[in-house]
């Protein structure tokens, strides 16, 4: 990719971007119906272009298979998490992206550390991994509801005041860990407003086939607003690193917010540059000797090889001339 079409990218996203170590209030730093000054009519083509770039990008990740890269989604209900993924990685190759979706915990998974379920889900080398909800649940929706603790079964002395800087801490060396060892680390909050919510909710309720997307338990929720934008805001604040920083992408307008997260993800392997890895000069040998065995097997009339008919570059990178269909008899 062109350098200019790198920086204009990430001059794109930077508004979005946590600044490590600043603090944070969401109602005073970030706006929920930001847009950029762009249309939506407009904003339909930049995600087809988003998306092709990370289809791209994605072949050479897995080609490369050095590095891996981990996307955190973080909302409030309704916020657009799902349909984000959905249209995000459209068009890229879904055996190269694995989406994991973090509920409440099992039996099974309380016996552990808070942080031993997602390491089991965390992206091999090469490929994408997307955490609907993650870690971050551990302070969030524990720091709201902190009965969430008791569940969690901690000793006495690994649950006193200074659990949530703690955890923070602890986020941040893993994470910081994952980087060092080739995982790379982007975090996305979509940040939805208390009207929008209300009005997304409203229409769950209106249209008959979106009632199943509704819960009671959606609406307390809500009732602690307050309560979760101080959490968002302490945790954007503590966790925001060079190495694996946020995002707060503006999620009123859907079409906007995907076009962010898409921007976001590329800009995170446009930084990684995987290349195609080259086989050396013995592999390649080898391969001329197939290449010739399989232009013998041509048929009469036909090209030897037709993609080196249409791409006459692709046949000068091997070394050899194009050569020319059989002549029948």
Same mark, same amino acid.
Not at 61 to 68: R, S, V
């Given at each position: ?76 209900? +309704? ?79 690994? +649950? ?72 968002? +805001? ?96």
């Amino acid at each position: 990719m062109s350098d200019e079409r790198a920086e204009r990218i990430a001059g794109f996203i930077e508004p979005l971007r946590v600044k490590p170590g600043s603090k944070v209030r969401l109602e005073r730093d970030f706006d929920p119906r930001y847009k950029a000054g762009l249309k939506k009519r407009d904003g339909i083509e930049l995600l087809r272009t988003g998306v092709s770039l990370l289809a791209e990008y994605q072949e050479r990740l897995a080609a490369q298979d050095t590095y891996g890269v981990l996307l955190c989604l973080q909302a409030l209900d +309704s916020a657009g998490k799902d349909g984000t993924i959905r249209h995000v990685m459209s068009g890229v190759n879904p055996q190269g992206v694995r989406v994991s979706s973090f509920k409440v915990p099992s039996a099974e998974e309380l016996d552990h550390d808070y942080l031993w379920r997602y390491v089991r889900r965390l992206p091999t080398r090469g490929e994408i991994a997307i955490f609907n909800r993650s870690h971050y649940e551990e302070v969030l929706v524990v720091r709201v509801h902190p009965e969430n603790l008791l569940r969690q079964k901690l000793p006495g002395n690994a +649950s006193g005041r200074d659990l949530w800087d703690r955890r923070y801490r602890e986020i941040n060396r893993w994470e910081r860990y994952l980087t060092d060892n080739g995982f790379k680390v982007v975090k996305i909050f979509l940040n939805l407003s208390e009207e929008e919510q209300r009005i997304r909710f409203l229409k769950r309720i209106d249209l008959p086939e979106k009632n199943w997307k509704f819960s009671a338990a959606d609406v307390r929720e809500r009732r602690r607003w307050d309560d979760y934008q101080h959490a968002f +805001s302490e945790m954007l604040s503590a966790t925001s690193t060079k190495w694996a920083p946020w995002y707060v992408v503006p999620a009123d307008r859907k079409w906007f917010g995907r076009i962010c997260a898409a921007a976001i993800l590329a800009h995170t392997l446009i930084d990684i540059d995987p290349q195609y890895p080259d086989v050396g000069e013995e592999a390649r040998k080898d391969l001329l000797v197939t290449k010739r065995d399989l232009e013998r097997e041509a048929p009469a009339g036909a090209s030897a090889d037709p993609y080196a008919e249409r791409h006459p570059s692709a046949a000068r990178a091997t070394g050899r001339k194009h050569r020319p269909k059989k002549k029948r008899g």
